[in-house]
């Protein structure tokens, strides 16, 4: 109950693009949904996060979609560039932020 | 600017070795974190503190231990390396909701 399951493991869009990762969580007592990116050599680093009182937050190029009745959250990143090559990994918390549950993490390729 | 930094960015040690990882951040946060992470498995927490010399176990807390004796600085103990600890470790602080990272430390346990 404490997972979050995401989705693709793997990523490859071309530039302009749109990519979406996905995630599902179990436990409906979760409050606060982070999305981080991770460049090689470096650690992650938040990008864009979310409360379930709302059902989009964008936030230049990046929007996360929130289905609370279906558990589910997303990434879309609107005109994918290579630049945007990374490790995205969603996460999941009670307590706004306290202990965060990770998802599996996507590595997304923008080919130029 | 946040700054989370870790005593090494790789280490090699053999099996049965203790092995120290140390955590350094600058900003007074009280929250600090210690993660493994490993190929299609995401972040998983080993340990956490709230505050000085508190600590508690994450999800996969076996095999490992920490040390937070200064605000600033939360180490992560190997008492006896194994093979199966052989992956990136990641400390970070949180400030709020959001959790600040460090580079991160490959360990190779041979």
């Known amino acids: 109950q404490q997972q979050v399951k995401q989705s693709p493991q793997s990523l490859i869009v071309q530039k302009g693009g749109i990519s979406i990762i996905n995630c599902a969580y179990e436990?409906?007592?979760?409050?606060?949904f982070p999305w981080y990116q991770q460049f090689p050599g470096k650690g992650p680093a938040l990008l864009i996060a979310i409360r379930p009182d709302v059902s989009e937050k964008k936030e230049g190029r990046f929007t996360i979609s929130f289905n609370k009745s279906a558990k589910q959250f997303s990434l879309h990143i609107m005109d994918s560039q290579p630049g945007d090559s990374a490790t995205y990994f969603c996460a999941a918390s009670l307590n706004q932020g306290g202990k965060l549950i990770f998802g599996q993490g996507t590595e997304l390729s923008v080919k130029p | 600017d946040v700054k989370v930094t870790q005593s090494s960015r790789y280490l090699v040690k053999r099996t049965g070795e203790k092995v120290f990882l140390e955590c350094v951040q600058d900003?007074?946060?009280?929250?600090m974190f210690w993660y493994r992470q490993d190929p299609g498995l995401g972040l998983r927490l080993i340990y956490f503190s709230y505050d000085v010399k508190m600590k508690e176990k994450g999800d996969i807390p076996e095999g490992y231990s920490v040390s937070r004796e200064k605000k600033e600085r939360f180490s992560l103990i190997l008492e006896s390396a194994s093979t199966n600890q052989t992956s990136m470790y990641l400390c970070?602080?949180?400030?709020?909701?959001?959790?600040?990272f460090g580079p991160g430390t490959r360990l190779t346990v041979l």
């Open positions: 970070a602080s949180r400030k709020y909701n959001e959790q600040f």
């Open positions: 436990n409906t007592a979760f409050d606060y």
């Open positions: 900003m007074d946060h009280e929250n």
